[in-house]
Structures are given as structure tokens and as C-alpha cells.
């Protein structure tokens, strides 16, 4: 198969993860006997000092044309960098809201999974790390506060701010059908996290997944409060199989949930349209703190290009391959330093990802 993959760097650590997501597939394809085909495009800081905005149309139309897109991390300090003196439309992460929109990418799949090799890394009390978890978390991504009309105005001399969250019908509706379809495939259960005791756009989430879930009958669908999803998060994760939720609720839950693996460097996630389309990228942010020093954890990203495989190529052998590579690399005690424990051996960056890379059969 000939894959045709656009590639973000972005910025921060991202353009070292992305090297590492890169030598891994070309290990992959190079085993499994497929050819890949990268071409990077700039998007956030970078394309802001390159060309003056976060995200170009060409940059846009490059990404259209391509099976899939692997990203790295955009961003900068938000209170050092001077991209974070530009307007809000102009920053950096006006370019991953903006290709998220162009694409339609609505369907943003962050699996949290408890790697056991990293039970010691997990914060959680050892009776409920013991238990593991392996949960999905499934965000709505191109509606709610993220892109309702927005505004700061002055009234009657006092500065007054007004952020829209709405959602209609449809786009409930596509996006719990995606939960139903992948908790099909898992352990049956979605759990859709709302507000519904205050906010109008819960009631009708609710509603509306009511009525997807009544095409599911194999699968149970339960309705928790957000606070109350964040609290259980902590307290019994192994409880949560497919955690469908609106974008803003999701973007907190996904970090709470990636913590609790141990470190947000382990979590990769798909933003999926209704096609095969998808971007891929770690959960994580851009780090710029530590930034080309070789000490950032690709793992979330490598298992972003194996997410990738799987949902836009239907390589799912390859895909496993990758999991069993970084399990393999896990298992034999190799950690970068946001995993590491004593008694483990600590790697960089580069070298993780040779280490991955080579385990690859
Ligand atoms: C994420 C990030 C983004 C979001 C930011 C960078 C706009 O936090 O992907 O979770 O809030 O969606
Ligand atoms: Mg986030």
C-alpha cells in the first residue's frame, strides 16, 4: 500500500516526537512492505514566524490531499512568547482549531490506557492502580465553546466577555454514534459525561444519545455530571470504557485521564472525520521548556502514527506491531525521563525511539 502522509513538526518538542513517529513508520513500512510518503507542512509558531499567520491555505490543501496527517505539538510559553502577543485568530492555536474545522474533523479519540510496566508511575492510591484501566475517551471536537460566537465588549464602562457553547442535533448525534460503534468493539459500555443539571446543550445531549442508544441495545449507555466524571476518574477508573463527552468537558477529562496513566507523554489520539481521514497527534502540549534538549517521551506520538495505521489504512498488524514494540521497549525497563523510576534505565528522546524502531517484526 502507498501511504501518503502530511506531517506537522509544529512546535517545541514537536519536531523531535514527529522524527521518532517517522523512523518507527519507516520501519513499519519497510518490514510490512508498503511505501510511505511524508511531506511536512507548517502549522502554529512555526508557520506564524515563517509566514505570518498559524495556518496557511496552502498548508490546508497540502493536508486535504493526503491520506492522513501526523502532528507533533504547536504552541509556546503563553506568557514568554511573543506569538501570545498577537491577536487570538493569529496565535498558535488558532491553526489547530482551524485545520480541525476545515477537515471536519469531529471525532477526537484519546484512549487512556494503565501500561502495567508503569503501575509505579501512576499517582492514583496503589489498591486503584492495581486495578488497571484501559478507558476512551471520545470528544466532540468542531462544536460547543470552542467555535460559538465570541466576543469582549464594554458595557456601561465595565469589560464583559461572552463565550456561546451550542450544539444542534446532528452533530450529537455523529459523535455518540462513533462512542456506540467503538464501545461495540470494546467492553460495551459508554458513559456520556454532561452538566445536564445546569446547561440546556446537556439536556439535549442527553436526549439525543438517549436515541442512538436505543440502535445499541448490545451496548449500555449511563449519564454522568461532569464533576462527578472527574472525581470518579481518580477514584475508580476501571469502572469507564467509552467516556463520550462535548468538547470543552472533554479537553479537561482527557488530561485528567492521561495523568493518570503515569505521564501525559504516553497518550496518543485520532481526530477522525466521516472518511478514513484522520489527524493524529499526542495528547500532550508543545513543552517548550524543554525543547530540543532530547529528553521528551515520543511514545504518545509513535502510538499516534500506530492509531493512524489502524483507523486510515486498516493496517492493523502494523499497528499492533507498534504496540508490542513499545510494550517490548517498556517491558525491558527503557524509560525517557517523565516514566522514569529507579531501578529503570533512562533514555532520550532519539534513543527511544531507535529502541522502538528496532523492535519492530
Ligand atoms: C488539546 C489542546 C487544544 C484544545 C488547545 C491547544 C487548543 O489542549 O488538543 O487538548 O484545547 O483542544
Ligand atoms: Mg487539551
Given at each position: 500500500?502507498k501511504?501518503n502522509i502530511?506531517?506537522i513538526?509544529g512546535?517545541?518538542i514537536?519536531?523531535?516526537?514527529v522524527?521518532q513517529?517517522k523512523?518507527v513508520?519507516?520501519k513499519v513500512?519497510?518490514?510490512?512492505g508498503?511505501e ?7 502549522m502554529g509558531?512555526a508557520?506564524?514566524?515563517a509566514?505570518?499567520e498559524?495556518?496557511?491555505q496552502?498548508a490546508?490543501?497540502t493536508a ?7 502532528m507533533?505539538s504547536i ?5 514568554t512568547?511573543?506569538w501570545?502577543?498577537l491577536?487570538p ?7 489547530l482549531?482551524?485545520i480541525r474545522k476545515?477537515?471536519g474533523l469531529?471525532a477526537?479519540l484519546?484512549p487512556?490506557y494503565l501500561?502495567p510496566?508503569?503501575?509505579?508511575a501512576?499517582p492514583?492510591?496503589k489498591g486503584?492502580s492495581?486495578?488497571?484501566f ?7 471536537l468542531?462544536g460547543?465553546?470552542?467555535f460559538?460566537?465570541r ?11 461572552v ?7 446532528n ?8 462512542a456506540f460503534?467503538?464501545a461495540r468493539?470494546?467492553k460495551g459500555?459508554?458513559?456520556?459525561v454532561?452538566?445536564?443539571n445546569v446547561?440546556d ?6 436526549a439525543v444519545t438517549?436515541?442512538v ?7 449500555t449507555l449511563?449519564?454522568m455530571?461532569?464533576?462527578n466524571?472527574a472525581?470518579q476518574?481518580?477514584?475508580d477508573p476501571a469502572?469507564f ?5 462535548e468538547n470543552m468537558?472533554?479537553d479537561?477529562l482527557s ?11 504516553m497518550l ?5 472525520n466521516e ?6 497527534e499526542p ?13 521528551a517521551?515520543?511514545?504518545a506520538t509513535?502510538?499516534?502514527?500506530s492509531?493512524?495505521?489502524?483507523y ?5 498488524k ?8 513499545v510494550?517490548?521497549v517498556?517491558k525491558e525497563?527503557y524509560?525517557?525521563?517523565d516514566?522514569y523510576?529507579?531501578g529503570?534505565v ?6 527511544m ?6 523492535r519492530?517484526?
Open positions: 500500500m501511504l502530511v506531517c513538526p512546535d517545541g514537536g519536531p523531535e516526537i522524527a513517529a523512523k513508520l519507516d513500512t519497510a518490514v510490512y508498503h510511505i510518503v511524508f511531506t511536512d507542512i507548517l509558531g508557520s506564524i514566524d509566514c505570518g498559524p495556518l496557511t496552502e490546508i490543501d486535504k490531499a493526503a491520506d492522513a496527517v501526523l507533533g504552541g509556546g510559553n503563553t506568557t512568547s511573543p501570545y502577543k491577536p485568530e493569529k496565535r498558535p492555536e488558532a491553526g482549531l482551524k476545515e477537515l469531529f477526537n484519546r487512556a501500561f510496566e508503569l503501575a509505579a501512576c492514583l492510591a486503584t492495581d486495578k488497571g484501559d478507558l476512551l475517551i471520545m470528544r466532540e468542531t460547543g465553546l470552542y460559538g460566537a466576543h469582549t465588549e464594554v458595557i456601561d464602562g465595565v469589560r464583559t466577555a463565550d456561546t457553547l451550542t450544539y444542534n442535533e452533530e450529537i448525534r455523529r459523535i455518540a454514534v462513533k460503534e467503538a468493539k470494546r459500555k459508554v458513559t456520556s454532561d452538566k445536564a446547561l446543550s446537556s439536556r439535549l445531549w442527553r438517549a436515541e442508544a436505543a440502535d445499541y441495545p448490545d451496548v449511563e449519564n455530571l461532569v464533576d466524571c472525581m476518574l481518580v477514584k469502572q470504557d467509552v467516556i463520550l463527552t468537558f472533554g479537561i488530561d485528567e485521564a492521561s495523568m493518570i496513566t503515569g505521564s501525559i507523554g496518543s489520539s485520532a481526530s477522525l472518511t478514513r481521514f484522520g489527524l493524529y495528547s500532550h502540549g508543545s513543552a517548550p521548556d524543554i525543547a530540543g534538549m532530547d529528553i517521551n515520543p511514545i509513535i502510538l499516534s502514527a492509531m493512524m495505521l489502524r486510515s489504512f486498516d493496517l492493523n502494523e499497528a499492533d506491531s507498534i504496540e508490542e514494540a510494550k517490548a517498556l525497563g524509560r525517557t525521563g516514566i523510576t529507579e529503570t533512562k533514555v532520550g528522546c532519539n534513543e525511539g531507535s529502541l522502538i524502531s528496532d519492530i517484526k
